[in-house]
């Protein structure tokens, strides 16, 4: 799969094929099936699959503080187009001169001029363009002027409701990881790489491998018993979600897990870290000892975990 970074790096070559746009934050079941409508009729027509993204989000652009936490970071998200079969993804960056540019300019520049799109796939509720003044009617006017069609996605339901990013996000909240699983296709899961941390926690008999959570404002917060892939291998853990307020005072959230049974230096290596229960909310602790003794319950509370639901 190729990605093609900014509309300044579109060539003629990319020219002809069939297109989708979105924040695609989760690439979930409701994604997934837009993408595989895309596929079909990339084969139907014989052309390519493209999915056009913003990074960042627009609402991370415009309102940074209140934008909600994503799911995914952009490279898990090129990750799950890449496993579905998408042959290309423009990544488009948001940047103060692309927030100017008309609705119309848009679909010039993206659609007609870079990408010559054959056939594009959309949520109805698309909005695009300076002041959010171009949408999915737009689109389809430009469409019958320039030569592509334009479909709208259907809605998928399950359990009775719409499957949505926000959806997934309050699941999360509430620490319905059965519900999260269903909307999303696949556990959820936090993946990146370990990273060096304050060396506290082989003082605490509880090492931590750290990952840097970045723009990631991970969905929720808290202490969570969890499985971690580390290549081939699968292992149990225990992990925290949060800012770490009795050790740091930076607010900066990060991901931690200790692996139970576990012994190896694991520093710069990519894992995935999939979330299967709640065990309790993060906590400021008056010194290290009870913190410590803390985690310990937690290792316990996460075996217990483990040991029940082998044998379910
Ligand atoms: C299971 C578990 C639960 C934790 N709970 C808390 C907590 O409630 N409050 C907190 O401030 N830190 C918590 N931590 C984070 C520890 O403060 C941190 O792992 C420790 O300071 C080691 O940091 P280091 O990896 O940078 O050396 C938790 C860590 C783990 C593994
Ligand atoms: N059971 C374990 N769980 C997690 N990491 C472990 C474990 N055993 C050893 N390690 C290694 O130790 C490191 C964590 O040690 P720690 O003292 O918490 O240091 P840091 O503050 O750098 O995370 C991990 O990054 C990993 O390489």
Same mark, same amino acid.
Do not use: W
């Given at each position: ?16 094929? /069939? ?35 913003? #990074? ?25 187009? @890449? ?5 290309? /993804? ?50 389809? $006017? ?35 990881? #059965? ?28 090492? $931590? ?18 499985? /971690? ?17 009795? /050790? +740091? ?6 991901? #931690? ?24 909310? #993060?906590? @400021?602790?008056?010194?290290? +000892? ?21 044998? $379910?």
């Amino acid at each position: 799969m190729e990605l093609i970074r900014g509309l300044h790096n579109l060539r003629p070559r990319h020219r002809g094929c /069939v297109t989708t746009i979105g924040a695609f934050d989760g690439v979930h079941h409701g994604h997934q099936a837009v993408l595989q409508q895309l596929i079909d009729k990339g084969q139907e027509l014989n052309l390519p699959t493209t999915v056009v993204v913003f #990074e960042p989000l627009p609402r991370e652009y415009f309102a940074p503080l209140q934008a909600p936490a994503r799911l995914m970071s952009f490279r898990e998200k090129f990750q799950a187009f @890449k496993a579905l079969g998408i042959d290309r /993804v423009l990544r488009i960056r948001f940047t103060p001169g692309f927030q100017d540019m008309g609705a119309k300019e848009f679909i010039q520049q993206v659609f007609v001029k870079g990408l010559g799109a054959q056939y594009i796939i959309v949520g109805d509720d698309l909005r695009f363009g300076r002041n959010r003044g171009g949408d999915f009617k737009l689109l389809q $006017t430009e469409g019958q002027i320039h030569g592509f069609d334009v479909v709208a996605t259907s809605t998928l339901k399950i359990r009775n409701d719409r499957v949505s990013s926000t959806r997934i996000r309050k699941a999360l909240e509430d620490s319905d990881f #059965e519900l999260a699983e269903m909307l999303l296709g696949k556990p959820y899961s936090i993946a990146g790489r370990v990273i060096v941390g304050q060396q506290l926690g082989r003082h605490l008999h509880a090492p $931590t491998a750290n990952i840097a959570l970045r723009r990631l404002r991970a969905p929720m917060s808290g202490v969570y018993a969890v499985e /971690v892939e580390i290549g081939e291998r699968s292992l149990q853990g225990v992990a925290n979600v949060g800012s770490r307020p009795t /050790v +740091d005072d930076s607010l900066n959230a990060i991901l #931690e897990v200790h692996i139970l049974d576990f012994n190896e230096d694991i520093y710069g290596k990519k894992i995935t870290v999939i979330f299967r229960k709640k065990i309790r909310d #993060e906590q @400021k602790f008056d010194s290290i +000892d009870e913190l410590k003794e803390q985690i310990h319950k937690d290792i316990d509370t996460g075996r217990q975990y483990f040991v029940a639901s082998a044998n $379910t």
